[in-house]
């Protein structure tokens, strides 16, 4: 009974996983072509609510949009790939193309590469990387929590007192480990779905609260005061599991695990289910897969190797000063969802230079606190802290030169925007277009959002590019934040909401970065033009 009790919890998280992942996929228009002599039928089936909008195929004008089905009759010598997009009354889906010959869909960044096997790849899948080796790196440094570390000793002792198979038990706890955890990644998506994840990510009122979440766990690793659980929920448990046998009680075990823990490891969730909203409705689950994985591989080692605890270190000192670090690192993360509620409202409370400054001081203060006990450690760790010494000055002094305009890439995705000298910009549509039309000058406009990593990324790798700053001199340059929350007009309506609504409803997406390029007159010159981090690439799209 017990073992069809973990299998069913087993099972279920990964349908969920499942069913997660086939809703990250959405495809709401299905191609299909058909031979007719030399010429060949192309029909796309669109799903009910969405409407459809051709961006390219031969050489003819298309209507703006197409709902229910489209047909279309080509000769094979004008048939070309479609590229197209998709849109319902909530998003709109990224332009894919679709090519008769090959019968597969592609992401816009791999237009002009094919894809094998029809496999899709792009920043989604690429964040869901991100997001898993930030999870595994999260439970590595959660390991070394005196929260964590002394329970190791506990659960070789438990398994120890066990007469049943050892290796199984061992490998029954890692597992039960990793389903409670991405349990907890699941029910987060549960709970609040993958609109209401992607809002909380760029959402102002809301990155003051992870702010202020941030802020309080830094503090509690500082050792101001504990984040914990009831104590009677762990006693409970463990009693439970103590007194019952089968899988229930090394489930239960892993259980006590968790809540024991949280303390130490509840800072380290937080702030990877923090990074992982808004990313895919797969994230959290992915990051805590990571997290567990991380976590529960030294338990299950330890319980099949007891032999292994002696050469262990023992608990001490070392994990107080692990936790201070943790504390500077985690204080300087906080600063990324106070600088995009910060920028969307126009408060100017954390200006670029400011933002640097504490994230100079929190480097610093590592190196400066690990110095400080240097005396006191034994020699082996006396190298383990040079190692983090070192590295941590040498950052903050990386940081310096950006207090003086310096582009500092390394904290692209989390400092403000830089001002890039050399280039007027326009923050207003229309104006913009006036001032295009008045002058004559195509224009270039860059769809970015406060909240958006990504184009920080391409701001300081690709906009601030010399070679890329002389060629945008031809253009008029408007540049539009699609999370502005500033009023523009008397009903209200926000900056953002009126540059998003334009980004969709014109040129049918809704991701940032997004480059657009218009004559004088404000006809669309050119494909648009996503992430890269490539400034040639960049000078290649432009027209002039």
Same mark, same amino acid.
């Given at each position: /009974? ?52 051709? *961006? ?103 398994? @120890? ?33 993958? %609109? ?103 338990? %299950? ?7 292994? /605890? ?63 006990? /240097? ?44 001002? *890039? ?36 990324? /391409? ?43 334009? $980004? ?7 991701? $940032? ?25 960049? *000078?290649?799209? @432009?027209?002039?």
């Amino acid at each position: /009974m017990m073992k069809r009790i973990v299998s069913v919890l087993i099972f279920s998280v990964c349908c969920g996983l499942f069913n997660s992942l086939q809703a990250q996929i959405v495809q709401p228009v299905t191609w299909s072509g058909e031979e007719h002599g030399d010429s060949v039928r192309l029909s796309a089936t669109i799903d009910e609510g969405w409407h459809m909008t051709i *961006i390219s195929l031969a050489d003819r004008e298309w209507k703006d949009e197409y709902a229910g089905s489209f047909t279309v009759t080509l000769s094979k010598s004008e048939l070309t790939p479609v590229r197209f997009n998709a849109c319902d009354d909530r998003m709109c889906t990224a332009p894919e193309v679709w090519e008769y010959k090959s019968l597969e869909l592609r992401d816009e960044s791999l237009e002009k590469s094919k894809v094998e096997s029809g496999k899709l790849t792009g920043d989604s899948e690429r964040g869901l990387w991100v997001i898993f080796l930030l999870g595994l790196l999260g439970g590595l440094l959660a390991i070394f929590t005196p929260c964590v570390w002394p329970i190791i000793p506990m659960t070789v002792s438990f398994f @120890l007192k066990r007469t049943d198979n050892g290796m199984r038990n061992a490998v029954l706890y890692g597992l039960s480990i990793i389903v409670l955890y991405v349990g907890l990644g699941l029910l987060v998506t549960i709970l609040f779905g993958a %609109s209401a994840l992607n809002e909380l990510s760029t959402n102002a009122v809301v990155n003051l609260f992870f702010f202020a979440l941030l802020v309080a766990f830094a503090l509690s690793f500082f050792g101001l005061f504990e984040i914990t659980l009831p104590d009677s929920w762990s006693t409970a448990i463990d009693s439970k599991a103590r007194s019952t046998g089968g899988f229930l009680s090394i489930l239960l075990m892993a259980f006590t695990l968790v809540i024991v823990s949280f303390s130490c490891t509840g800072p380290i969730i937080g702030t990877l289910l923090v990074e992982a909203a808004g990313r895919s409705m797969l994230a959290p689950a992915i990051g805590m897969l990571g997290f567990a994985i991380a976590l529960a591989l030294p338990f %299950s080692l330890f319980a099949m190797f007891p032999q292994w /605890m002696k050469q262990a270190p023992k608990s001490g000192d070392w994990m107080t000063s692990f936790k201070v670090v943790l504390a500077f690192l985690e204080l300087a993360l906080s600063l990324k969802f106070l600088s995009v509620a910060d920028l969307a409202y126009g408060w100017g409370i954390l200006p670029r230079w400011l933002f640097l400054v504490i994230w100079i001081a929190c480097f610093a203060g590592i190196g400066v606190y690990l110095l400080w006990g /240097m005396r006191k450690v034994p020699t082996v760790r006396k190298v383990i802290r040079a190692i983090v010494i070192i590295p941590s000055f040498a950052f903050a002094a990386y940081l310096v030169p950006g207090l003086w305009g310096a582009p500092v890439r390394a904290v692209s995705a989390f400092a403000p925007p830089m001002e *890039i000298e050399g280039r007027e910009v326009f923050y207003d549509y229309d104006e913009g277009l006036a001032y295009a039309r008045q002058t004559g000058k195509p224009v270039v406009i860059d769809f970015t959002g406060y909240g958006c990593v990504n184009c920080r990324k /391409m701001e300081a790798f690709v906009l601030a590019n010399d070679s890329v700053k002389a060629r945008l001199k031809n253009y008029v340059f408007i540049e539009l934040y699609v999370d502005d929350r500033l009023d523009k007009d008397s009903d209200g309506e926000s900056e953002g909401n009126e540059n998003s609504r334009l $980004q969709r409803e014109r040129f049918g997406s809704n991701a $940032q970065p997004f480059y657009v390029q218009l004559d004088a007159q404000g006809n669309q010159i050119a494909k648009p033009m996503a992430f890269t981090i490539d400034p040639m690439q960049f *000078i290649n799209w @432009l027209k002039y």
